[in-house]
């Protein structure tokens, strides 16, 4: 199975901050990475895939990037709502396989 | 909007067979596909399986032995059943569509997600 790695596990950060989130999976996967989102008690929401492609209706601030086996997903000016937990996903192998999640809170 | 539903029991006993029905509003199962994937606190995010509207399926290697998929196109549905369970099987499980941007569907990518329902597995 292809590990997927991200970092920090945790960050804590202000509005209007900009915020970079790191994944970095155990071999190359091509730009087959997804990023999500997901609040306590919600549902995990798709917000980039293929590494930089935004999902329709996602905000312009979120933005990812990467090649082989290292991708970064950015918010460049953190609004109230984007407090909330972030997944990597890499779908180059089955089985698909997540991050362990980098929990972004409020400073 | 599509939007999926899961349900089934919430209380597995040990051994036992743990079935879960996902129900597709709004929109129609054909075409597209559909996945299962799971939360717990020890182990994250984890990809279950998905199947398309033909029946043909792809597993996570790690639990294929003990998983079936099926989809029901007359009833908008598809099913997961996970056989043996154990304490470790203890999750939110989700349903989910492969995402669709324009005519390119994926299995790959998630979304819509159903709202998960717990499966608890004890005795």
């Known amino acids: 199975d292809i590990q997927m790695t991200q970092s920090p596990s945790s960050l804590s950060a202000s509005v209007g901050d900009r915020v970079t989130i790191t994944c970095r999976a155990s071999?190359?996967?091509?730009?087959?990475l997804a990023w999500y989102q997901q609040k306590p008690g919600k549902v995990p929401k798709l917000l980039l895939y293929t590494a930089s492609r935004l999902q329709s209706g996602v905000p312009s601030r979120f933005s990812g990037s990467g090649s082989g086996t290292d991708y970064t997903l950015t918010i460049s000016s953190l609004q109230p709502e984007d407090f909330a937990t972030y997944y990597c996903q890499q779908s180059y192998n089955i089985p698909y396989t997540f991050g362990q999640g980098t929990k972004l809170e409020i400073k | 909007q599509v939007q999926l539903q899961e349900s089934g029991p919430g209380l597995v006993k040990p051994s036992e067979t743990l079935s879960l029905t996902c129900t597709v509003s709004g929109g129609s199962i054909s075409s597209y596909f559909w996945s299962w994937i799971r939360q717990s606190p020890g182990k994250g995010l984890e990809w279950i399986a998905y199947v398309d509207y033909s029946g043909s399926t792809n597993y996570n290697p790690s639990l294929k032995s003990r998983v079936t998929l099926s989809v029901d196109t007359s009833k908008n549905q598809f099913s997961l059943n996970l056989s043996s369970v154990t304490a470790a099987d203890t999750a939110v499980y989700y349903c989910?569509?492969?995402?669709?941007?324009?005519?390119?569907?994926?299995?790959?990518?998630?979304?819509?997600w159903g709202q998960g329902t717990l499966v608890t597995v004890s005795s």
């Open positions: 071999r190359g996967i091509s730009n087959s």
């Open positions: 989910a569509r492969g995402y669709c941007s324009g005519t390119t569907c994926y299995p790959s990518w998630f979304d819509p």
